[in-house]
């Protein structure tokens, strides 16, 4: 049953309340028609009081979430744009846009690569800018349960090179908090192929503020830079504070501890009663990396399971933990983002600076 609005409906009982079911829920497929997101086409979902956007043009990535009106993510001084606008040079960085995730990978998660004989790799890749090439959405009732859910192909290849195909399915349900990405990888060459890939998880204000912080349970962590070391002596990695002129991005590796194979990890604001909680499946995913930045204008905490560290392709290479994706071989992976309220996020209040 659909629980909206402090009442529990079944599907006749709700039928009765509604003209149509798309007064509460349903899935439209837009174009942006204006500024550098014009052509962007995408997939507006509401589902009661959760609503997000996924953009068909750029790896059905989740480009917005709200909770009753209210954003839950975070958007980068550029905007949101088409791939149009992306470049794969040192200005790869004006395409980045945040939004609520964006997929880092295949062949590099981290900044710009220049390769022997002069090949490059973008800041977190291609797979980023990718456009769904087969994609659709489907709304039905399954009993008393009212399910919406996108499905999506990309691929990244090149001629010569590397050809691994994203089968990505995001799915929720009418009064439901949750929203999972659901990923197949399949590597459909004759060769072996680098598997970079990180879920770039991006929180922003006004579920970010002065008084948030992090709840995760983690084994070990470990600072990127100096930057990082330095921040960390000032506060708890953990803990946020407010907007501040200038201050250093933070970049903190972690290993977390699972449960059933699972790990947890959130985002809470006491004073707006609201957190955002991510789950995921360690089996491909061991790190967390947490991006913390105070800077006056991109004021953000990224919370982002990963399979290597965002240092580049090389790096990775010459550390020896590069995942290498075998031919025709497929994996499962992704990553549920769970809305917090009321009694779902008692725990994670219990849990401060835990």
Request: proline content about 5%; aromatic content about 8%; overall charge negative.
């Amino acid at each position: 049953m659909a629980t909206l609005y402090g009442k529990q409906h079944t599907k006749a009982d709700l039928l009765r309340r509604v003209g149509s079911i798309e007064a509460v829920a349903g899935i439209r497929r837009l174009t942006h028609e204006n500024g550098r997101a014009k052509g962007l086409g995408v997939y507006q979902v509401t589902s009661g009081p959760l609503a997000f956007t996924l953009n068909i043009d750029k790896c059905m990535d989740l480009a917005s979430l709200t909770y009753a009106g209210m954003p839950l993510h975070f958007v980068a001084r550029s905007g949101e744009m088409a791939p149009l606008w992306y470049g794969d040079g040192p200005n790869a960085a004006k395409s980045i846009t945040g939004g609520m995730l964006f997929t880092c990978g295949f062949g590099n998660v981290g900044g710009l690569q220049t390769l022997p004989g002069g090949r490059t790799l973008p800041q977190h890749g291609y797979l980023r800018t990718s456009p769904a090439c087969q994609h659709g959405a489907q709304t039905r009732w399954q009993g008393d349960e009212y399910t919406l859910s996108v499905t999506a192909e990309m691929r990244e290849a090149a001629l010569f090179g590397e050809n691994i195909v994203l089968r990505r399915t995001v799915t929720t349900s009418l009064g439901s908090p949750e929203i999972t990405i659901e990923d197949e990888i399949e590597n459909e060459n004759v060769h072996d192929a680098p598997l970079m890939l990180m879920y770039h998880i991006n929180a922003g204000y006004p579920l970010l503020d002065a008084n948030s912080y992090a709840v995760f349970e983690a084994t070990s962590t470990r600072c990127r830079d100096a930057q990082a070391a330095e921040g960390l002596a000032r506060q708890d990695c953990r803990l946020f504070g407010p907007p501040m002129d200038g201050d250093a991005e933070q970049v903190f590796y972690h290993t977390l501890e699972s449960h059933g194979g699972v790990c947890r990890a959130a985002l809470v604001n006491t004073a707006l009663g609201l957190g955002l909680e991510i789950r995921y499946d360690k089996t491909h995913l061991p790190n967390f990396i947490q991006w913390k930045c105070m800077a006056s204008g991109d004021y953000v905490m990224g919370l982002e399971p990963s399979n290597c560290y965002p240092e580049g392709l090389q790096k990775q290479m010459e550390t020896g933990g590069l995942r290498m994706l075998k031919a025709g071989e497929a994996i499962r992976t992704g990553v549920t983002l769970r809305v917090l309220t009321g009694e779902a996020l008692a725990p994670f209040l219990r849990g401060q600076g835990a």
